[in-house]
T-cell receptor, first 110, second 112 residues
Framework: GIQVEQSPPDLILQEGANSTLRCNFSDSVNNLQWFHQNPWGQLINLFY???GTKQNGRLSATTVATERYSLLYISSSQTTDSGVYFCAVVSMRAGTALIFGKGTTLSVSS | DAGVTQSPTHLIKTRGQHVTLRCSPISGHKSVSWYQQVLGQGPQFIFQYYEKEERGRGNFPDRFSARQFPNYSSELNVNALLLGDSALYLC???????????FGPGTRLTVL
């Protein structure tokens, strides 16, 4: 099945710093979503971005489907950005299940 | 509009027992999916239902079953609980013809 790899696994930042999270996937996709999981376990939708570029405030994302990767940019990070960021995809070849990467754990300190 | 809702929030069971978890999708969404997330891992797909029919099943044993009701809500049942079933169980819904999934707050199951 499709493989999803996220990097880096862990990221430690000072408040105000910028960061880039990467997601590589091994096959063509119908869907790519970025999520932020808060300390209570809730998965918060950040972007639905199977291709192209989107921006939402301090966050933006770019997916280059032909090269099978996506990037999540966080600018001017805040302590509330801390948590786990997941990339998840739906393979074009196999069903509608979201396949998740292992996540990037972001810690932002003041 | 209300988001995806799940009940209960937390649950403690002992090995061998049975558990039922419930999920109500966002209004207008007809597809419900279930995921299991163990500590330190990303969520893993268990089931997807659309219009009350199973549309996909992940690599989980037959102890796991689910169903979808006419109002599009769903139940996940797990029989003969094992310690390894302790996890956060997440439900997601999506609109007809859409791929984007929206998640509920989850049910945290502890098996002792």
């Amino acid at each position: 099945g499709i493989q999803v790899e996220q990097s880096p696994p862990d990221l430690i930042l000072q408040e105000g710093a910028n960061s880039t999270l990467r997601c590589n996937f091994s096959d063509s996709v119908n869907n790519l979503q970025w999520f932020h999981q808060n300390p209570w376990g809730q998965l918060i939708n950040l972007f639905y971005i199977p291709s192209g570029t989107k921006q939402n405030g301090r966050l933006s994302a770019t997916t280059v489907a032909t090269e099978r990767y996506s990037l999540l940019y966080i600018s001017s990070s805040q302590t509330t950005d801390s948590g786990v960021y997941f990339c998840a995809v739906v393979s074009m070849r196999a069903g509608t299940a979201l396949i998740f990467g292992k996540g990037t754990t972001l810690s932002v300190s003041s | 509009d209300a988001g995806v809702t799940q009940s209960p929030t937390h649950l403690i069971k002992t090995r061998g027992q049975h558990v039922t978890l419930r999920c109500s999708p966002i209004s207008g969404h007809k597809s419900v999916s279930w995921y299991q997330q163990v500590l330190g891992q990303g969520p893993q797909f268990i089931f997807q239902y659309y219009e009350k029919e199973e549309r996909g099943r992940g690599n989980f044993p037959d102890r796991f079953s689910a169903r979808q009701f006419p109002n599009y809500s769903s139940e996940l049942n797990v029989n003969a609980l094992l310690l390894g079933d302790s996890a956060l169980y997440l439900c997601a819904s999506s609109r007809p013809g859409g791929y984007e999934q929206f998640f509920g707050p989850g049910t945290r199951l502890t098996v002792l």
